[in-house]
């Protein structure tokens, strides 16, 4: 990890397209002011956790909704469906 020191109203560049700066520094806290293009998104750690795991749950359940509709007894269903459908298609054809 690169550590930097910086006072109010120095900044930071990386990349050429983001900059950091600190804004203020008020006790223990510092505010930082952050540049970059819009489509490289920008957020504090614990938001950005919370996306990460959001996107994994929902993979997660994607992955089971694909996995309960491709199980061998709903195709063995839609089969059967499929078959019955042609059978009364045939059977109004021959009406």
């Not at 006072?7 to 510092?30: A, F, H, L, Q």
């Not at 957020?43 to 929902?58: D, F, N, T």
């Not at 089971?64 to 089969?79: G, H, Q, T, V, Y």
């Amino acid at each position: 990890m690169l550590v930097l020191s910086r006072k109010k109203n120095e900044s930071i560049i990386i990349n050429d397209n983001i900059t950091v700066m600190v804004v203020e520094i008020r006790g223990d806290k510092v505010r930082l002011g952050i540049e970059a293009p819009k489509e490289i998104p920008v957020h504090r750690r614990e938001v950005h956790e919370a996306i990460k795991l959001g996107e994994e749950q929902k993979k997660k359940e994607d992955e089971k909704e694909l996995e309960n509709s491709l199980s061998p007894k709903r195709i063995k269903l839609a089969a059967q469906e499929m078959k019955e459908l042609r059978e009364e298609d045939e059977r109004k054809e021959g009406s």
